[in-house]
């Protein structure tokens, strides 16, 4: 059964550094997201990725981060300079074009 | 202010017991109820509703959707103590063309043997 995969699983960072993390989405799939969960907090939407372009953008994901699709399969989101509130579980997810949205294991940033 | 409103935020049950978990959502012109369970990590899809009063099945698991109340239920009948974990219940409310999902903050469902 095809999955959303992510890597790593586990970033740790110093603040102020550059980090990246990479997604594979479902491959037929044609809307990609990245949220973003703090520990013992809810799952909040940070930005949803269509036809190559920002689709929408939540308030969190200001100019310190920025989404690719460098080529047909990876989708990543990077974050410039990291701040100590950035640590959290960040899902890549992605939605086909019945409407149901998968979500990959995370990957848990913590920053230092 | 929250959009999207779970409860209760944890429930305690025998194995065995039937539950029943509730959301509930603010905005009447929406796309889609989305239901998860949510283990160690990763959100797992359980069902997506967007028609009122239609019953999604799965197993032990049932979902149904009142639009008439912006409200939303999961049963589970039979519990285990694999289905202990946190059930996050979704909305993809009108966007710009995408599915963006607003979350509550789940229901913590503890099942002892």
């Known amino acids: 059964e095809p999955e959303v995969t992510q890597t790593p699983s586990h970033q740790v960072t110093q603040m102020g550094q550059e980090v990246i993390l990479r997604c594979v989405p479902i491959s037929n799939h044609l809307y990609f997201y990245w949220y973003r969960q703090i520990l013992g907090q809810k799952v909040e939407f940070l930005v949803s990725?269509?036809?190559?372009?920002?689709?929408?953008k939540s308030e969190i994901f200001d100019d310190q981060f920025s989404v690719e699709r460098p080529d047909g399969s990876n989708f990543t989101l990077k974050i410039r300079s990291t701040k100590l509130e950035d640590s959290a579980m960040y899902f890549c997810?992605?939605?086909?074009?019945?409407?149901?949205?998968?979500f990959g294991p995370g990957t848990r940033l913590t920053v230092t | 202010e929250d959009k999207v409103v779970q409860s209760p935020l944890s429930l305690v049950v025998h194995e065995g017991d039937t539950v029943t978990l509730n959301c509930s959502y603010e905005?009447?012109?929406?796309?889609?109820l989305l239901w998860y369970k949510q283990e160690k990590k990763a959100p797992t899809f359980l069902f997506m509703l967007t028609s009122s009063g239609i019953e999604k099945k799965s197993g032990r698991l049932s979902s149904i959707l009142d639009k008439k109340e912006l409200s939303s239920i999961l049963n589970i009948t039979a519990t285990q103590t694999g289905d202990s974990a946190i059930y996050l219940c979704a909305v993809a409310f009108p966007g710009a063309g995408s599915y963006q999902l607003t979350f509550g903050k789940g229901t913590k469902l503890s099942v002892i043997p």
């Open positions: 997810a992605s939605t086909g074009q019945g409407g149901e949205q998968y």
């Open positions: 905005v009447t012109n929406f796309r889609s």
């Open positions: 990725f269509y036809n190559n372009e920002i689709s929408e």
